[in-house]
Nanobody
Framework: QVQLVESGGGLVQAGGSLRLSCAASERAFSSYAMGWFRQAPGKEEREFVA?????????YYDESVRGRFAISRDNSKRTVYLQMSNLKLEDTAVYYC?????????????????WGQGTQVTVSS
């Protein structure tokens, strides 16, 4: 399994921006598809936010964040990022990064075998 550590969460006003980072321990980081998921207060399940292929050539977003969030990765630093802009109240959640052994786009959380501990993002009015 890959050890993942998220950072960059915090409190931000609606309309503001944050960048989340997720650092991986695995040397083979570049062979994993990476995803971001979130779990909002009161919700039982984590929901898909964004994913990026191992090479970084393809990314896919949930409709709720498309055009506002951008996922990227730097394989030389074993890090994946989530740039969040124009944040809304409904973006408040604990955000998790995850790794999946996949060659393509992977949106199902069940395909991800390694997870970080999560970082809190709170958007205020």
């Amino acid at each position: 399994q890959v050890q993942l550590v998220e950072s960059g969460g915090g409190l931000v006003q609606a309309g503001g921006s944050l960048r989340l980072s997720c650092a991986a321990s695995e040397r083979a980081f570049s062979s994993y598809a990476m995803g971001w998921f979130r779990q909002a207060p009161g919700k039982e399940e984590r929901e898909f936010v964004a994913t990026i292929t191992w090479s970084g050539s393809h990314a896919y977003y949930d409709e709720s964040v498309r055009g506002r969030f951008a996922i990227s990765r730097d394989n030389s630093k074993r890090t994946v990022y989530l740039q969040m802009s124009n944040l809304k109240l409904e973006d408040t959640a604990v955000y998790y990064c995850a790794a999946a052994r996949s060659d393509g786009i992977t949106t199902s959380l069940h395909r991800y075998g390694s997870w970080g501990q999560g970082t809190q993002v709170t958007v205020s009015s």
